[in-house]
Protein backbone atom coordinates (compact mmCIF):
# COMPACT_ATOMS: atom_id res chain seq x y z
CA UNK A 1 0.00 0.00 0.00
CA UNK A 2 1.34 3.14 -0.59
CA UNK A 3 1.30 6.14 1.13
CA UNK A 4 0.66 10.26 0.01
CA UNK A 5 4.67 10.32 1.14
CA UNK A 6 5.71 7.43 -1.23
CA UNK A 7 3.63 9.03 -3.68
CA UNK A 8 5.42 12.51 -3.31
CA UNK A 9 9.06 10.28 -4.25
CA UNK A 10 7.32 8.88 -6.72
CA UNK A 11 6.66 12.40 -8.70
CA UNK A 12 9.92 13.32 -7.93
CA UNK A 13 11.35 10.05 -10.09
CA UNK A 14 9.17 10.60 -12.52
CA UNK A 15 7.84 7.26 -13.48
CA UNK A 16 4.36 7.87 -14.67
CA UNK A 17 3.23 4.21 -14.40
CA UNK A 18 3.62 3.85 -10.75
CA UNK A 19 2.16 7.53 -10.36
CA UNK A 20 -0.95 6.42 -11.34
CA UNK A 21 -0.54 3.06 -9.87
CA UNK A 22 -0.23 4.71 -6.55
CA UNK A 23 -3.04 7.38 -7.30
CA UNK A 24 -5.34 4.53 -7.75
CA UNK A 25 -4.22 2.50 -4.83
CA UNK A 26 -5.03 5.19 -2.56
CA UNK A 27 -8.19 6.42 -3.87
CA UNK A 28 -9.63 3.11 -3.80
CA UNK A 29 -8.31 2.63 -0.18
CA UNK A 30 -10.72 5.66 0.36
CA UNK A 31 -8.29 8.31 0.31
CA UNK A 32 -9.60 11.99 -0.59
CA UNK A 33 -8.62 13.08 -3.44
CA UNK A 34 -7.94 16.46 -2.64
CA UNK A 35 -5.51 15.33 -0.11
CA UNK A 36 -3.54 12.92 -2.51
CA UNK A 37 -3.12 16.24 -4.86
CA UNK A 38 -2.44 18.70 -2.15
CA UNK A 39 -0.38 16.41 0.37
CA UNK A 40 1.22 13.67 -2.36
CA UNK A 41 1.19 15.32 -5.82
CA UNK A 42 2.11 18.77 -4.94
CA UNK A 43 5.14 17.77 -2.53
CA UNK A 44 6.28 16.02 -4.73
CA UNK A 45 6.77 18.87 -8.09
CA UNK A 46 7.38 21.35 -5.40
CA UNK A 47 10.47 19.39 -4.30
CA UNK A 48 11.32 18.56 -8.27
CA UNK A 49 11.68 22.62 -8.15
CA UNK A 50 14.10 22.76 -4.95
CA UNK A 51 15.90 20.25 -6.87
CA UNK A 52 16.44 21.00 -10.32
CA UNK A 53 17.52 25.12 -8.64
CA UNK A 54 20.06 23.39 -6.79
CA UNK A 55 21.04 21.68 -10.25
CA UNK A 56 20.27 18.01 -9.39
CA UNK A 57 17.63 17.79 -11.68
CA UNK A 58 17.60 19.11 -15.04
CA UNK A 59 14.52 19.75 -17.38
CA UNK A 60 14.17 16.75 -19.09
CA UNK A 61 13.36 14.95 -15.60
CA UNK A 62 11.34 18.00 -14.60
CA UNK A 63 8.92 17.34 -17.57
CA UNK A 64 9.09 13.58 -16.48
CA UNK A 65 8.19 14.45 -13.50
CA UNK A 66 5.74 17.24 -14.61
CA UNK A 67 3.67 14.49 -17.20
CA UNK A 68 3.51 12.08 -14.13
CA UNK A 69 2.34 14.83 -11.79
CA UNK A 70 -1.05 15.61 -15.03
CA UNK A 71 -1.28 11.70 -14.72
CA UNK A 72 -2.28 11.73 -11.09
CA UNK A 73 -4.32 14.77 -11.29
CA UNK A 74 -6.27 12.87 -13.54
CA UNK A 75 -7.31 10.00 -12.28
CA UNK A 76 -7.72 12.08 -8.70
CA UNK A 77 -9.47 14.78 -10.72
CA UNK A 78 -12.17 11.59 -12.00
CA UNK A 79 -13.20 11.36 -8.03
CA UNK A 80 -13.42 15.15 -7.47
CA UNK A 81 -16.09 15.67 -9.99
CA UNK A 82 -18.55 18.50 -10.18
CA UNK A 83 -21.66 20.51 -10.31
CA UNK A 84 -23.39 19.31 -12.74
CA UNK A 85 -25.09 22.87 -14.22
CA UNK A 86 -22.33 25.61 -13.79
CA UNK A 87 -23.85 28.67 -12.04
CA UNK A 88 -20.95 30.58 -10.14
CA UNK A 89 -19.68 32.23 -12.53
CA UNK A 90 -17.48 32.22 -15.61
CA UNK A 91 -14.06 32.84 -15.59
CA UNK A 92 -11.33 33.13 -18.74
CA UNK A 93 -7.91 31.50 -17.09
CA UNK A 94 -4.38 31.13 -19.08
CA UNK A 95 -0.98 30.95 -18.38
CA UNK A 96 0.52 34.14 -20.17
CA UNK A 97 2.60 34.77 -22.91
CA UNK A 98 6.04 32.95 -22.25
CA UNK A 99 4.99 30.56 -19.54
CA UNK A 100 4.54 26.72 -20.07
CA UNK A 101 3.61 26.08 -16.72
CA UNK A 102 0.68 24.87 -16.57
CA UNK A 103 -0.16 22.21 -13.71
CA UNK A 104 -1.09 24.93 -11.19
CA UNK A 105 -3.10 26.49 -13.89
CA UNK A 106 -5.21 23.57 -14.52
CA UNK A 107 -5.31 22.91 -10.51
CA UNK A 108 -6.95 26.21 -10.46
CA UNK A 109 -9.25 25.18 -13.36
CA UNK A 110 -10.54 22.18 -12.13
CA UNK A 111 -11.50 23.12 -8.57
CA UNK A 112 -13.24 26.29 -10.19
CA UNK A 113 -15.13 23.83 -12.27
CA UNK A 114 -16.20 21.64 -9.32
CA UNK A 115 -17.69 24.61 -7.59
CA UNK A 116 -19.81 25.44 -10.65
CA UNK A 117 -17.83 28.06 -12.46
CA UNK A 118 -17.53 27.44 -16.41
CA UNK A 119 -14.16 28.14 -17.75
CA UNK A 120 -12.82 29.35 -20.90
CA UNK A 121 -8.88 27.85 -20.84
CA UNK A 122 -6.91 29.68 -22.94
CA UNK A 123 -4.20 27.50 -22.11
CA UNK A 124 -0.41 28.19 -22.07
CA UNK A 125 1.41 30.89 -23.57
CA UNK A 126 -1.14 33.19 -24.04
CA UNK A 127 -0.47 36.46 -25.80
CA UNK A 128 -1.91 39.34 -24.55
CA UNK A 129 -4.65 39.84 -27.39
CA UNK A 130 -5.94 36.36 -26.76
CA UNK A 131 -7.03 37.46 -23.14
CA UNK A 132 -8.64 40.57 -24.76
CA UNK A 133 -10.10 38.78 -27.64
CA UNK A 134 -11.89 35.94 -25.21
CA UNK A 135 -13.16 38.75 -22.40
CA UNK A 136 -14.58 40.47 -25.61
CA UNK A 137 -16.01 37.27 -26.92
CA UNK A 138 -17.31 35.20 -23.89
CA UNK A 139 -17.62 37.75 -21.25
CA UNK A 140 -16.48 36.65 -18.20
CA UNK A 141 -16.70 37.68 -14.88
CA UNK A 142 -13.23 36.79 -13.81
CA UNK A 143 -10.20 36.88 -15.92
CA UNK A 144 -7.30 34.79 -14.09
CA UNK A 145 -3.45 34.39 -15.12
CA UNK A 146 -1.02 32.60 -14.05
CA UNK A 147 2.43 32.96 -14.14
CA UNK A 148 5.41 30.78 -13.13
CA UNK A 149 8.61 32.68 -14.27
CA UNK A 150 9.86 35.75 -13.06
CA UNK A 151 10.63 36.91 -16.79
CA UNK A 152 7.13 36.11 -17.43
CA UNK A 153 4.73 37.75 -14.49
CA UNK A 154 4.90 41.00 -16.28
CA UNK A 155 2.73 40.02 -18.94
CA UNK A 156 -0.11 40.12 -16.36
CA UNK A 157 0.47 43.71 -15.84
CA UNK A 158 -0.31 44.17 -19.80
CA UNK A 159 -2.94 42.33 -20.20
CA UNK A 160 -4.37 44.46 -17.85
CA UNK A 161 -2.99 48.16 -19.39
CA UNK A 162 -4.63 46.62 -22.61
CA UNK A 163 -8.23 45.82 -20.97
CA UNK A 164 -7.77 48.92 -19.75
CA UNK A 165 -7.36 50.66 -22.91
CA UNK A 166 -10.39 48.48 -24.80
CA UNK A 167 -12.41 49.77 -22.13
CA UNK A 168 -12.87 46.73 -20.47
CA UNK A 169 -11.36 46.48 -16.87
CA UNK A 170 -14.56 47.52 -15.22
CA UNK A 171 -16.31 45.12 -16.76
CA UNK A 172 -14.29 41.91 -15.36
CA UNK A 173 -12.27 41.08 -12.13
CA UNK A 174 -8.54 40.00 -12.75
CA UNK A 175 -7.11 37.52 -10.27
CA UNK A 176 -3.58 36.26 -10.38
CA UNK A 177 -1.64 33.58 -9.58
CA UNK A 178 1.58 31.29 -9.81
CA UNK A 179 4.59 30.66 -7.29
CA UNK A 180 6.50 33.79 -7.42
CA UNK A 181 3.51 36.31 -7.70
CA UNK A 182 2.57 37.81 -4.26
CA UNK A 183 -0.55 39.91 -3.17
CA UNK A 184 2.02 42.89 -2.69
CA UNK A 185 2.18 41.85 -6.95
CA UNK A 186 -1.10 41.91 -7.71
CA UNK A 187 -1.66 45.18 -5.75
CA UNK A 188 1.12 47.04 -7.84
CA UNK A 189 0.00 45.96 -10.75
CA UNK A 190 -3.55 46.79 -9.95
CA UNK A 191 -5.03 43.03 -10.44
CA UNK A 192 -8.26 42.62 -7.91
CA UNK A 193 -6.51 39.29 -6.65
CA UNK A 194 -4.17 36.92 -5.70
CA UNK A 195 -4.14 33.58 -4.23
CA UNK A 196 -1.72 31.38 -3.54
CA UNK A 197 -3.35 28.05 -4.44
CA UNK A 198 -6.39 26.41 -5.94
CA UNK A 199 -8.57 26.21 -3.06
CA UNK A 200 -8.08 30.00 -2.01
CA UNK A 201 -8.33 30.78 -6.03
CA UNK A 202 -11.85 29.58 -5.96
CA UNK A 203 -12.76 31.33 -2.26
CA UNK A 204 -11.11 34.87 -4.18
CA UNK A 205 -13.48 34.62 -7.18
CA UNK A 206 -16.62 34.06 -5.14
CA UNK A 207 -15.87 36.92 -2.50
CA UNK A 208 -15.31 39.03 -6.16
CA UNK A 209 -18.35 38.00 -7.66
CA UNK A 210 -20.40 38.99 -4.47
C1 LIG B 1 7.05 21.35 -13.44
C2 LIG B 1 7.93 22.52 -13.78
C3 LIG B 1 8.27 22.71 -15.13
C4 LIG B 1 7.65 21.91 -16.27
C5 LIG B 1 6.24 22.48 -16.56
C6 LIG B 1 5.27 21.42 -17.04
C7 LIG B 1 3.86 21.93 -17.08
N1 LIG B 1 3.11 21.41 -18.03
O1 LIG B 1 3.43 22.77 -16.32
C8 LIG B 1 8.67 22.17 -17.43
C9 LIG B 1 9.70 21.05 -17.44
C10 LIG B 1 8.06 22.27 -18.84
C11 LIG B 1 9.33 23.46 -16.97
C12 LIG B 1 10.03 24.30 -17.80
C13 LIG B 1 10.74 25.41 -17.37
N2 LIG B 1 10.92 25.81 -16.10
CO1 LIG B 1 9.91 25.11 -14.63
N3 LIG B 1 9.25 24.39 -13.05
C14 LIG B 1 8.43 23.39 -12.76
C15 LIG B 1 8.26 23.25 -11.22
C16 LIG B 1 9.19 22.14 -10.75
C17 LIG B 1 6.88 22.97 -10.70
C18 LIG B 1 5.76 23.92 -11.14
C19 LIG B 1 4.45 23.32 -10.71
O2 LIG B 1 3.75 22.71 -11.49
N4 LIG B 1 4.15 23.41 -9.41
C20 LIG B 1 2.98 22.78 -8.79
C21 LIG B 1 1.76 23.67 -8.92
C22 LIG B 1 0.55 22.99 -8.30
O3 LIG B 1 2.00 24.87 -8.24
P1 LIG B 1 1.83 26.33 -8.92
O4 LIG B 1 2.09 26.23 -10.37
O5 LIG B 1 2.56 27.30 -8.11
O6 LIG B 1 0.25 26.60 -8.81
C23 LIG B 1 -0.43 26.79 -7.59
C24 LIG B 1 -0.45 28.25 -7.12
O7 LIG B 1 0.65 29.00 -7.55
C25 LIG B 1 -1.77 28.78 -7.58
N5 LIG B 1 -1.90 29.32 -8.93
C26 LIG B 1 -1.27 28.98 -10.07
N6 LIG B 1 -1.73 29.66 -11.11
C27 LIG B 1 -2.72 30.45 -10.65
C28 LIG B 1 -3.54 31.36 -11.31
C29 LIG B 1 -4.49 32.07 -10.58
C30 LIG B 1 -5.37 33.03 -11.28
C31 LIG B 1 -4.59 31.88 -9.18
C32 LIG B 1 -5.55 32.67 -8.40
C33 LIG B 1 -3.76 30.96 -8.52
C34 LIG B 1 -2.84 30.25 -9.26
O8 LIG B 1 -2.62 27.65 -7.47
C35 LIG B 1 -1.90 26.48 -7.90
C36 LIG B 1 -2.48 25.27 -7.25
O9 LIG B 1 -2.34 25.26 -5.85
C37 LIG B 1 8.71 24.69 -10.75
C38 LIG B 1 9.19 24.80 -9.30
C39 LIG B 1 8.25 25.63 -8.42
N7 LIG B 1 8.59 25.70 -7.18
O10 LIG B 1 7.28 26.21 -8.85
C40 LIG B 1 9.76 25.03 -11.80
C41 LIG B 1 10.10 26.51 -12.12
C42 LIG B 1 8.83 27.35 -12.13
N8 LIG B 1 10.66 26.43 -13.48
C43 LIG B 1 11.66 27.22 -13.62
C44 LIG B 1 12.39 27.35 -14.83
C45 LIG B 1 13.65 28.20 -14.77
C46 LIG B 1 11.97 26.71 -16.02
C47 LIG B 1 12.62 26.82 -17.41
C48 LIG B 1 13.09 28.22 -17.81
C49 LIG B 1 13.77 25.80 -17.44
C50 LIG B 1 14.60 25.79 -18.71
N9 LIG B 1 15.84 26.15 -18.55
O11 LIG B 1 14.12 25.48 -19.76
C51 LIG B 1 11.49 26.29 -18.32
C52 LIG B 1 10.60 27.44 -18.83
C53 LIG B 1 9.51 26.98 -19.75
C54 LIG B 1 8.54 28.10 -20.04
N10 LIG B 1 8.80 28.92 -21.04
O12 LIG B 1 7.57 28.27 -19.31
C55 LIG B 1 11.97 28.02 -12.36
C56 LIG B 1 11.53 29.49 -12.47
C57 LIG B 1 12.53 30.43 -11.88
C58 LIG B 1 12.10 31.86 -11.97
N11 LIG B 1 12.44 32.58 -10.95
O13 LIG B 1 11.50 32.34 -12.87
C59 LIG B 1 11.28 27.18 -11.26
C60 LIG B 1 10.79 28.00 -10.06
C61 LIG B 1 12.29 26.10 -10.79
C62 LIG B 1 13.44 26.66 -9.95
N12 LIG B 1 13.36 26.50 -8.64
O14 LIG B 1 14.34 27.22 -10.46
N13 LIG B 1 9.15 23.65 -15.64
Known amino acids: MSSLKELAELVITGDIQKVKDATKQLLEAGEDPLRVINEGLIPGINEVGVRFKEGEMFVPEMMMSAQAMKAGVELAKEKIGGTDIPTAGKVVMGS ?75 KVKVVIGGAPVTQEYAEEIGADGYAPDAGTAVELCKQLLN
Not at 130 to 143: D, T
Open 96 to 170: VKGDLHDIGKNLVIMMLESSGFSIVDLGVDAPVEKFVQAVKEHKPQVVGMSALLTTTMPVMQEVIRALDKEGLRS
